[in-house]
């Protein structure tokens, strides 16, 4: 009668499993430089990083740093190489060394939710960057404008054609915030000040870049005439190039993607791509420090502060 | 001797009824659908499902499931991918993500066969772990940029047919012809119709489960290497949610969960229907908050037509 004992020794372990993970963790994560207790009217924010293993998080930091040096306010910066865990007790270093208030960067919207609702029990006021949060008391969240970005993605679509031409969009993952704010961005923008473009396509891609192929490949088969591409990211723009090129109908398309990651950099430099959107972490660390700063010397800030994005192409590579 | 009864007869045709008819639909709703060029472009794009859908339809048959075809796809494209720019001969590469899609599949077999844990979990925590090993392996980052040979496999053409079209026919009649013209293919029936008889007569089912999952990780790296070749990058994040179109052409194609009963000219039939919807979807311009609902509705009035 084995059996029966192996359900409650199950529980038992997990019981263990649980327990050990509940235990206070060890404070491996220590802020990066000393964090001095606030002193009567020294500012100290304390922001904490899901990764600095990414260069978009480094030059964050580094906006972040240069604004709290231009505003005389003390900075400390952690890093939780992208391990809630870790982030978790680093925020808890940072509320009982009394940071004036937190910029969090969520290594995960769900898990930050409790080191955001011990900093509002502290009294510490909390901003979010970049990513947000699932719940919580924030003050505002820092991050890019995707309906700015999309619009654009539009102008330069627009002036590339002479503001006239068959345009396809490839949409996002629908339902997501940023398939929506881009298209609505790309879409206004269209209709509102370059009449001569048509759009004679709209599907999604799923932000894919192996359905970007696909989806692109039978675009192309309903469509005798194309002559410009906005995809929501540069993944699905990279496969609709790689469509183009196998039907020898690349050279007659404009691509325009978004994100600017590596391989759509390097697209740009090939001149395969156009252009694509690329997100400023420099300008939101600044923006998330300056809010903060205006916040603790009273001053009414908004819920979101969109951080404007920047077009890349040839000519800003040079 | 019954393979050929009524009842299959008609699933069988049941299916290609609803194909035709998806097809006279879209013909009469784009002018564009029925030519050359559209039909050649649905062929190049149903290969990698259809060859996944190959591999899955053995695994069916003998009533397990495998629901790792898609990340072992991912590990093995970015293995390859990575191969390829240290400079390894094409051959060479190809032959080594063959092998690592065969190795994981039989890992899969094994764990299945010998230590009797559902293929549900096996397969489960395969997609998982293999997932995680293909992040890890790049960190995160697509391989792109591959050498002409490579591309080939994707781009090339022979006698006007494409490569993938080509790779995926022989890799169809290949599967078809060991399950109705050799042993292995009658001992996957009779494991899928009745483990315990198959047993009593002398088959060595742990061995034949093993090959099939060995089999089905083989063909989704094959399937990797033409997704690859054809993006020109191989992604970590490739072949996501794969395995649920694999296995829709397969159920589509009268191929039934519990064992033993459908083949590959089901299969076929049910990567075109999918191939085509996808397709038409696209040229119809359908707007994509339609588009599941669409796809799910055409699969599920296709099933509806078949089980009649």
Excluded at chain 1, 202 to 210: D, K, P
Aim: charged share 15%; aromatic share 6%; hydrophobic share 50%.
């Amino acid at each position: 009668m084995k059996r029966r004992f192996l359900f409650p020794a199950l529980l038992l372990v997990m019981a263990l499993i649980v327990s050990a993970c509940a235990a206070p963790p060890p404070p491996q994560a220590a802020p990066a430089e000393e964090a001095a207790p606030a002193e009567g009217g020294e500012i100290t924010l304390g922001l904490a990083l899901s990764t600095l293993n990414n260069p978009f998080f480094v030059d964050l930091r580094d906006g972040a740093q240069a604004a709290a040096d231009a505003a005389g306010v003390k900075l400390v910066v952690v890093d939780a190489q992208d391990d809630p865990g870790k982030q978790a007790s680093a925020i808890e270093d940072l509320i009982q060394s009394k940071v004036s208030a937190l910029l969090i960067n969520p290594t995960d919207a769900d898990a930050i939710v409790p080191s955001i609702e011990a900093a509002n029990e502290a009294g510490i006021p909390v901003f979010t960057v970049d990513r947000s949060a699932a719940g919580g008391e924030v003050v505002s969240h820092i991050a890019s404008d995707n309906v700015a970005g999309g619009r654009m993605a539009a102008e330069f679509l627009c002036n590339a054609l002479g503001g006239e031409g068959k345009v396809v969009e490839l949409e996002g993952i629908p339902g997501t915030s940023a398939a929506r704010d881009r298209g609505k961005g790309f879409n206004e923008y269209m209709s509102e000040n370059c009449p001569g473009i048509e759009i004679v396509a709209r599907q999604t891609a799923n932000f894919n870049r192996a359905e970007g192929l696909t989806v692109f490949e039978n675009i192309l088969q309903a469509q005798p005439e194309i002559d410009g591409v906005f995809a929501h990211n540069d993944e699905m723009i990279l496969g609709a190039i790689e469509a183009a090129e196998a039907a020898g109908r690349a050279d007659e398309i404009v691509f325009v993607g978004f994100d600017a990651i590596d391989d759509a950099i390097q697209a740009i430099k090939e001149g395969k791509l156009a252009a694509t959107v690329a997100q400023q972490p420099g300008e939101m660390g600044r923006l998330a420090v300056e809010t903060a700063v205006k916040y603790l010397n009273g001053e009414d800030v908004p819920e979101y502060i969109p951080v404007d994005l920047a077009l890349v192409t040839a000519e800003t590579l040079k | 001797m019954n393979r050929y009864s009524l009842g299959s007869i008609l699933q069988r045709f049941g299916i290609a009824i609803s194909f035709v008819l998806l097809c006279v639909a879209l013909s009469l709703l784009s002018d564009r659908f029925l030519t050359l060029p559209n039909i050649v472009n649905v062929l190049r794009q149903i290969t990698i499902n259809g060859i996944i859908a190959v591999g899955m339809t053995y695994v069916i048959l003998i009533a397990e499931i495998d629901l790792s075809v898609g990340s072992v796809l991912a590990l093995t494209s970015i293995v390859t991918a990575d191969m390829l720019q240290k400079g390894l001969p094409i051959p060479l590469a190809i032959l080594i993500g063959l092998a690592l899609g065969a190795l994981l599949g039989a890992v899969n077999g094994v764990i299945t066969a010998k230590f009797r844990v559902p293929s549900f979990i096996t397969t489960l925590g395969m997609l998982t772990s293999a997932r995680g090993a293909a992040l890890l392996y790049t960190e995160g980052r697509p391989i792109t940029g591959l050498p002409d040979g490579f591309r080939a496999l994707g781009r090339g053409e022979v006698a006007g047919i494409p490569a993938p079209v080509l790779i995926a026919g022989v890799v169809f009649v290949l599967g078809w012809l060991i399950l109705k013209r050799t042993q292995a293919g009658e001992y996957i029936y009779a494991i899928g119709n009745n483990p315990t008889a198959a047993r009593l007569v002398g088959i060595s089912i742990d061995r034949y489960r093993t090959l099939v999952f060995l089999v089905a990780g083989l063909l989704a790296a094959l399937a990797g290497m033409i997704l690859t070749a054809r993006l020109n990058s191989a992604q970590p994040t490739a072949g996501v949610a794969f395995e649920l179109d694999a296995i829709a052409a397969v159920v589509l194609g009268g191929t039934s969960f519990s064992g033993g009963v459908g083949g590959l000219g089901g299969t076929l039939l049910g990567a075109l229907i999918i191939g085509v919807l996808d397709n038409g979807l696209n040229l119809l311009n359908i707007s994509s908050l339609y588009e599941q609902l669409v796809k799910g509705a055409v699969i599920a009035l296709a099933l509806l037509i078949h089980r009649k």
